[in-house]
């Protein structure tokens, strides 16, 4: 556990207010817009936050379908919820048509006879729908309804769940679920002190590890358990709980996406306010996304650009709830890191090299101590011993005053911004010493100090009291999970520091090359190699020296103009694969050859029934490095730009790296620098350097070809032929398909 940051929340009961509840309908207050601008697209540039303070923190509470019956599923809920009332300060009035109390409090035949308006409604009725003109009428701003049978269940359930959300949207009232819990309604303890973690789940129990950190002294401040998510998202929970000044980092369970546009703004939120999102995304698999599927009827979204646009986000993505757990943990109390160097220390050379290994594949920086920061730990440390980083004191200057002079000269490294010590398992006294050291050292420095604790039992007392009673040491149960976390820690706060959001830049109104363009496309039809090279000569995307041609004496005149060695490649719109089909040919170095290959190729598409616009003599580019950019559209998320080595190669290896428009010059050049084949565009076998910069800046302007075309369905540059540095980057070939 780490020391406090922020401050906390207030959990005192609030003052009656009583309003009474009458017939006429009214505006529902959603909360504060925060979208004050749109793309060129008309979407919004930035993430409403939906106020839902009233929400978590009601005055009052209808509870519809309240019971008291025993065995039934309705009094649990109800008994559950009269009890948490009394713990927030909130006033509960059953709703049944056939009773007059429950649990000893007046009940009432329908929400229009309440004493007073109510904040929030909690629907226990199996169709929640016909139930929400009359929440509007009363005007109550949330409800909550629990039953299942919705999307999760298939194409009758899925089109009930439409019903329900268009009866909401009518209304103005906001509704979680359908398809939730009782998660938000747990009893959350308000002993705990220093920043929260906030929880949203699309599985419920799927949070319980996390909720259970309470038990461990780390702070929870919210949980919202968001089921099918026919209203209120993940995205909108993302986005208040980013305001919320007790949260010190977000942990979510995510199944599915129900809007991938609305959880990149969320997330843009959190990172502007510099508050980290944790989130488990299943669905890595199709057998995960399938399961996924059927329990929240959402859609999963293809995973390689769900991990990236999460990437480019600055969420967090964990593999397991033991990570979800330790690194939410960790970024919700940690200071921000005085340096990024990490040192280890243990007392066994072999536990050092263990977890230096696991840190180093990671990508953790292991500075080496200088040459006197060396000389000042031998001073403790047996001179035989390494203390380079790893640093092994071999065990015994642990159990006497030398063991905190070590850590302490470890800490005052400028180099050093967090400390790591892995105990792999109980060794009392000395043990014992260490952790109180680490313990008092931590109490003093702003530097992180983490200990693995790895023994299988847990209930030392060095654990259990010492180190889980710390509120400025971060502890984990195994090697991994620290290293994970450690890095997520270094890497948040290193994305958060530099932050700009790409909605800032997000163009407004279409440039010129888009209404050129624009121009340009045929609604439901493939472009011609030819056309789609004139979309990218719009955006200033550079192709080579051509000329489309009709006749054999065109092309021996467009030779000669383009000048010779040339390439002579059959244009059309269906023609996707003109290689395969013997439609392309490459240094021509004369009138004849020219004037025999035009034959050649316009008999080809003739027996292939193939129509063309005509042939194209192109210039000859290279060599160079063959890569390829391109569009395509996500279920989730709309326009996706791809990057990659190119030719033959798209296919065998599959090396690409995608984001999500708006991205900026950063994200693009991170595109390149995650490309397996990366090494090709610094040269090799000696091949010169090729042109990034010109790779990065073509990269660019696809992107906004994806951001201003939206009548543009797909677009394949390949290959793109990055020349030596300084040359530029020439587009050989492209594809394009209109909407």
Known sequence: MLGSTHGTLTTTSRPARVVACGNRPGPVVHGTAAAEDVDVSGRPLRSDVPDLDRFFRPESVAVIGASETEGRPNTGITRQLITWAERVGARVHPVHPTRTTVFDLPCHPSVRDLPEQVDLAVLLVGDPTPVIDELADCKIKFAVAFASGFAEAGGEGAAAQARLAAAVRRAGIRLLGPNTNLNAFEHFRDDLQGPAIALITQSGHQGRPVFALQELGIRLSHWAPTGNEADLECADFISYFATRPEVGAIAAYVEGLKDGRAFLLAADRAARHKVPVVAVKVGRTETGARTAATHTGKLTGADDVVDAAMRQ???????????????????????????????????????????????????????????????????????????????????????????????????????????????????????????????????????????????????????????????????????????????????????????????????????????????????????????????????????????????????????????????????????????????????????????????????????????????????????????????????????????????????????????????????????????????????????????????????????????????????????????????????????????
Not at 674 to 681: D, M, Y
């Open 313 to 739: 986000f600055g969420v967090i993505r964990v593999n397991g709830l033991d990570e979800l757990q330790d690194t939410a943990a960790l970024l919700a109390r940690a200071r921000p890191p005085r340096a990024t160097g990490v040192a280890v220390y243990s007392i066994s050379g072999g536990t050092g090299a263990h977890f230096a290994d696991l840190a180093t594949a990671a990508g953790l920086e292991l500075p080496v101590l200088s040459p006197g920061k060396q000389s000042e730990l031998h001073q403790w440390i047996p001179g035989y011993l390494s203390v380079a980083n790893p640093i092994d004191n071999g065990g015994h200057p642990v159990g006497d005053w030398r063991g905190r002079k070590i850590i302490d000269a470890v800490l005052a490294d400028p180099s050093i911004g967090v400390l790591v010590c892995p105990v792999t398992g109980p060794f009392p006294p000395l043990s014992d010493r260490l952790v109180q050291d680490l313990v008092d050292a931590a109490e003093t420095t702003d530097k992180l100090v983490c200990v693995v604790w790895g023994s299988p039992v847990g209930t030392e007392d060095a654990y259990r009291t010492t180190l889980l009673g710390s509120s400025r040491v971060a502890t984990f149960r195994t090697f991994s999970n620290c290293v994970t976390a450690v890095r997520a820690y270094l890497d948040h706060h290193r994305f958060t520091a530099g932050y700009r959001s790409p909605f800032d830049d997000a163009p407004r109104s279409l440039s010129p090359s888009a209404r050129k363009a624009q121009a340009l496309l045929r609604p439901g039809e493939q472009l011609s190699e030819h056309a789609a090279k004139q979309l990218l000569r719009a955006y200033g995307i550079r192709v080579p020296r051509e000329q489309l041609v009709t006749s054999a004496a065109a092309a021996v005149r467009a030779a000669a103009q383009v000048g010779y060695p040339v390439v002579m490649k059959a244009s059309g719109p269906q023609l996707a694969h003109k290689s395969e089909l013997g439609l392309v040919r490459i240094a021509l170095t004369s009138a004849s050859q020219v004037r025999d290959t035009y034959r050649e190729l316009t008999d080809i598409a003739r027996y292939e029934d193939l129509p063309l616009d005509g042939v194209l003599v192109c210039q000859m580019v290279g060599p160079g490095v063959e890569m390829a950019v391109g569009i395509t559209h996500d279920s989730l998320f709309g326009p996706t730009v791809t990057a990659g080595l190119g030719g033959v190669l798209v296919e065998v290896l599959a090396d690409t790296a995608v984001r999500v428009p708006p991205f900026d010059e950063g994200q693009a050049r991170a595109m390149i620098g995650e490309l397996r084949g990366k090494a090709l565009l610094g040269g090799v076998r000696g091949a010169p350097p090729a042109d990034v910069d010109a790779l990065v800046e073509t990269v660019l302007r696809v992107q906004h070809m994806a951001l201003e075309l939206d009548g543009l369905a797909e677009l394949d540059i390949n290959p793109l032929v990055v020349l030596e540095r300084g040359q530029g980057a020439v587009a050989l070939d492209a594809l394009a398909f209109c909407r």
